[in-house]
């Protein structure tokens, strides 16, 4: 359960097709009266939520970007961040009893 909602906010946001979405909903959420943790009656707890949103979308949108630039700077065409094949680690696991 570590970090789940987390690596699903990346998950989504590096996939092209969500992208875009993603980012406007992360947007609209942290400028949107409508809150998990309402400013108006916590107002320093009401931040939190608006806070923890916004530095996904920085961190994962910065991410992007840096990478889109050494991809371009090496001369390739582009990260391709929807073939998760080519990124993944095959690990064995065992049971351990």
Same mark, same amino acid.
């Given at each position: 359960?570590?970090?789940?909602?987390?690596?699903?906010?990346?998950?989504?946001?590096?996939?092209?097709?969500?992208?875009?979405?993603?980012?406007? $909903?992360?947007?609209?959420?942290?400028?949107?009266?409508?809150?998990?943790?309402? &400013?108006?009656? !916590?107002?320093? *707890? +009401?931040?939190?939520?608006?806070?923890?949103?916004?530095?996904?979308?920085?961190?994962?949108?910065?991410?992007?970007?840096?990478?889109?630039?050494? $991809?371009?700077?090496?001369?390739?065409?582009?990260?391709?961040?929807?073939?998760? &094949?080519?990124? !993944?680690?095959? *690990? +064995?696991?065992?049971?351990?009893?």
């Amino acid at each position: 359960m570590k970090n789940v909602i987390y690596e699903q906010y990346r998950k989504l946001i590096r996939n092209s097709k969500y992208r875009w979405i993603v980012i406007i $909903a992360s947007a609209a959420y942290i400028i949107s009266p409508v809150d998990l943790l309402p &400013e108006l009656f !916590t107002f320093p *707890v +009401g931040l939190i939520d608006d806070g923890l949103v916004a530095t996904l979308l920085v961190t994962e949108v910065s991410a992007i970007l840096t990478e889109k630039m050494k $991809a371009k700077k090496e001369g390739r065409s582009g990260v391709d961040f929807d073939n998760d &094949e080519k990124n !993944t680690v095959d *690990v +064995g696991s065992s049971r351990m009893k």
